[in-house]
Each structure stands twice: as structure tokens, then as C-alpha cells.
């Protein structure tokens, strides 16, 4: 069935490291994708999507291109700041009819200064 | 400023007592949707709906009902909680259903 597999947290990392946080999804169509943060105490916020294959979506300096031949969405930064400690979920939906979101299960990032 | 407001922010009550967690938004949104959160199990959907008087279920409706009688407001209700309905809440809405939804800031409900 439909699913979202992310790596495991948590993943500490010092001030200016690069991250990768690991995405990838099993679906029978051809669906977006998306990446949430929540930050401590707060909701989701929606942090970037793609819509199609070879799409890259990018905001607040991350980016996650979608790769249909590996199924996979993956979340980079090329240099994480303090602010930026939160859970990150990866997730997907189908258009039309079948819109309900998909989360994968988050992955919580501490950065330390 | 557009917003999802959930209400109560935290709630302890006791088994069997029933709940109302309300949620509403201010966008217009056609399609709402109440998720639980619970460590090592990511979110999960409980209920949706499409538009008003349309509710469907999620992955998890057991134990819970909700209601849309109005499009702004979609509230959860526990008409006998457990103590396995100990959790946090979010309700999410969005112009429709495969659009990005906005979420509120969640409801930590404790069932003792």
C-alpha cells in the first residue's frame, strides 16, 4: 500500500553542517510531494513541494528534487542553523479524489551552535 | 491573518467523560482534517471531510465522531474517551483536498 519511509532520527548536527534527511515513497500513481516542519509546540507548516518528476522545490535554503526512478524525495541543506531544530515530515498525495496526505513518521533535527 | 484555531490547547480529563476538541478556520477551505500525533508512529488521519456535511473516515475513526455542519468549523469529539486516545491532536485544512493544508497548533489530550 501507499507509504512513506523516512530515515530515523534523531540527527544532531553542529551550526553550518550540511543535511540530508532521507525520503522515499511507495505509490501506485503519480502523486506530489511534500515536506512539513513542525517547530517545538507548533503545528505543521508546509516547508516545500513538487508536483512532478524532476521538480525541486526549495525554500529557506532547503531542497528536495523528485525523483520518480528512485521514488525518492530527499531533503538537503547546505548549511543548518540552530533555528532550524524541528521534525521534518515527508509526505505525499494523488490529485483529484485521492488527495489525503501521507506522512512519513518525521525525523527530528537538533543543531547544535 | 489566516489561521487554524484548535481549542483546548491541553486537556486532562478521565475515561469515559466526553470531549469536544473544536477547530476552525478562516480561509474558506472546502476540505478539513483531524490527525493524531504519537511518538514512532508519525501522523495519522482520524477524519476528513470534503465540504460541508460530507465527513468520511481516516486510517484511525474508532472512538471518535466529528461533524460539519458549518465550512469554517469541523469539531472532534470523544463521547467516551480512553486512556489509548492519549495523544496530540492537529486539525488541518486546505482549498481542497490535494492542496498543501495549514495546520493548527495542535491539542495535547491526557485520558487518565
Known amino acids: 500500500g501507499d507509504s512513506v519511509t523516512q530515515m530515523e532520527g534523531p540527527v544532531t548536527l553542529s551550526e553550518e553542517a550540511f543535511l540530508t534527511i532521507n525520503c522515499t515513497y511507495t505509490?501506485?500513481?503519480?502523486?506530489?510531494l511534500f515536506w512539513y516542519v513542525q517547530y517545538p509546540g507548533e503545528g505543521l507548516q508546509l516547508l516545500l513541494k513538487?508536483?512532478?518528476?524532476?521538480d525541486k522545490g526549495s525554500n529557506k535554503g532547503f531542497e528536495a528534487t523528485y525523483r520518480k526512478e528512485t521514488t525518492s524525495f530527499h531533503l538537503e541543506k547546505g548549511s543548518v542553523q540552530v533555528s532550524d531544530s524541528a521534525v521534518y515530515f515527508c509526505?505525499?498525495?494523488?490529485?483529484?479524489?485521492?488527495?489525503?496526505?501521507?506522512f512519513g513518521k518525521g525525523t527530528k533535527l537538533s543543531v547544535k551552535p | 491573518e489566516a489561521q487554524v484555531t484548535q481549542n483546548p490547547r491541553y486537556l486532562i480529563t478521565v475515561t469515559g467523560k466526553k470531549l469536544t476538541v473544536t477547530c476552525s478556520q478562516n480561509?474558506?477551505?472546502?476540505?478539513m482534517s483531524w490527525y493524531r500525533q504519537d511518538p514512532g508512529l508519525g501522523l495519522r488521519q482520524i477524519y476528513y471531510?470534503?465540504?460541508?456535511?460530507?465527513?468520511d473516515k481516516g486510517d484511525v475513526p474508532e472512538g471518535y465522531k466529528v461533524s460539519r455542519k458549518e465550512k469554517r468549523n469541523f469539531p472532534l469529539i470523544l463521547e467516551s474517551p480512553s486512556p489509548n486516545q492519549t495523544s496530540l491532536y492537529f486539525c488541518?485544512?486546505?482549498?481542497?483536498?490535494?492542496?498543501?493544508?495549514?495546520f493548527g497548533d495542535g491539542t495535547r489530550l491526557s485520558i487518565l
Open positions: 488541518a485544512s486546505s482549498a481542497r483536498q490535494n492542496q498543501p493544508q495549514h
Open positions: 509526505a505525499f498525495n494523488y490529485g483529484g479524489s485521492q488527495g489525503n496526505l501521507i
Open positions: 471531510s470534503m465540504n460541508v456535511e460530507v465527513t
Open positions: 480561509m474558506n477551505h472546502e476540505y
Open positions: 513538487a508536483t512532478k518528476a524532476d
Open positions: 505509490a501506485t500513481g503519480y502523486p506530489s
